[in-house]
Every structure is written in C-alpha cells, then in structure tokens.
T-cell receptor, first 114, second 114 residues
C-alpha cells in the first residue's frame, strides 16, 4: 500500500530531450514537493506545492516545471535536459506546508542524461 | 546563511555495537530538528523530530538528543543491526515555516558489518 509513488524509477535519456516524472500520494496530504539528490547524496528542495499554490525555488532553472492536476499528483517536467540534471529526484508530501509536518518521501527516480 | 553540518561523513562499525552521529547547525530562528534514515535506493524516512523544548526523543533503538544552546544534535544507535546500514540525514527547520525554511545536512553514511 504505497503512500508516495513515483514513475519511472529509472530514466535514461539524451541531452536536449524533454522528459516527465510522475508522482502520486494517497495520504490525503495538502502539500507536495520535489527534491533533487546529487551524486554526493545532498538533498535540495526544488519546489513545494500547497493547495494549488506553487512555491518556486529561485535557484531552479526554468527548464523545470511542476504541474499539479490535483492535490494527489505533482508531476515534474524537464525541458532541454542537460548533463548536470543527472540525479535522483524525490517526490514527497506532508499534511501541510509548515516546517513542523513530517514529509513522506517516494522511492525516487534516477535520471541519467547522456 | 543557514547551515547543517554532519559528522562523521561515513562510519563503519560491527554489528551489535553502539554509535553516535553528530549534527551541528547554524539555522536561526530555530523551529525543529529531524533525523531521517535513507536506505540505499529508497527515499528518506523520518526517525525523530524535536522542537526547541525537547532535548531527547527515542524511536526504538534510535535516540536523538538536542542542545538548542550549543545548536548541536546527536543520533545514538544502540545494539546496531545490519538493517541500520543507511545514510542518516539531519534536517533543521527555521521558524519561518514552509519547505524553503528546511536546511538539509549532507548525511552520515553508516555501514554495519557482521
């Protein structure tokens, strides 16, 4: 009974392509996130999305665009992929946007850009 | 600038032994501190969360301590098991709330040897 699920688990693609990663949560949470974990295992938040309000991290290139069709889904679309985009991308959700809420993470999507 | 420093970067111990992981932070104003466990190839899972007024919290064989005066936290693992092999990530939230107020440490990679 998966709480936060992501697809695909692995994604290998050429530089310059456009790709999407999907995320779904069945916890009834109001807030969802995308994180990037680089080769040094450092987690960095990219976006958070709360009740249809997108909160953008200004350090993220505008090639990355999250889309939330409803509260249970937050997809990440990446245009013109670059080598530096290779990383593991984690989706997470929490009940609310507050820093005190526990975040539940998905299993991750390993993106490799060739 | 808010920072979270974890030590050691990696640690190898024998099964059954105890160990302590350290987390120092400069996040201000402080709201809460969490420890996450991240198994290889999986998303992080929350172990403990402590607010300013709490100085210790346990979750099974995991005990976290917090000294808000010195801005230090530790995660003590008792009677380690092979399944404790993972990365342990310290995350500090500022009192501004929201995901952009979270500062992640780079983690300690723990290996338990039989």
């Amino acid at each position: 009974d998966t709480a936060v699920s992501q697809t695909p688990k692995y994604l290998v693609t050429q530089m310059g392509n456009d790709k999407s990663i999907k995320c779904e949560q069945n916890l009834g949470h109001d807030t969802m996130y995308w994180y990037k974990q680089d080769s040094k295992k450092f987690l960095k938040i990219m976006f958070s999305y709360n009740n249809k309000e997108l909160i953008i991290n200004e350090t993220v290139p505008n090639r990355f665009s999250p889309k939330s069709p409803d509260k249970a889904h937050l997809n990440l679309h990446i245009n013109s992929l670059e080598l530096g985009d290779s990383a593991v991308y984690f989706c997470a959700s929490s009940q609310d946007l507050g820093g005190g809420d526990t975040q539940y993470f998905g299993p991750g999507t390993r993106l490799t850009v060739l | 600038k808010n920072q979270v420093e974890q030590s050691p970067q990696s640690l190898i111990i024998l099964e059954g032994k105890n160990c302590t992981l350290q987390c120092n932070y400069t996040v201000s104003p402080f709201s809460n501190l969490r420890w996450y466990k991240q198994d290889t190839g999986r998303g992080p899972v929350s172990l403990t969360i402590m607010t300013f007024s709490e100085n210790t919290k346990s979750n099974g064989r995991y005990t976290a301590t917090l000294d808000a005066d010195t801005k230090q936290s530790s995660l003590h693992i008792t009677a380690s098991q092979l399944s404790d092999s993972a990365s342990y990530i310290c995350v500090v939230s500022d009192s501004g709330g929201g995901a952009d107020g979270l500062t992640f440490g780079k983690g300690t990679h723990l290996i338990i040897q039989p």
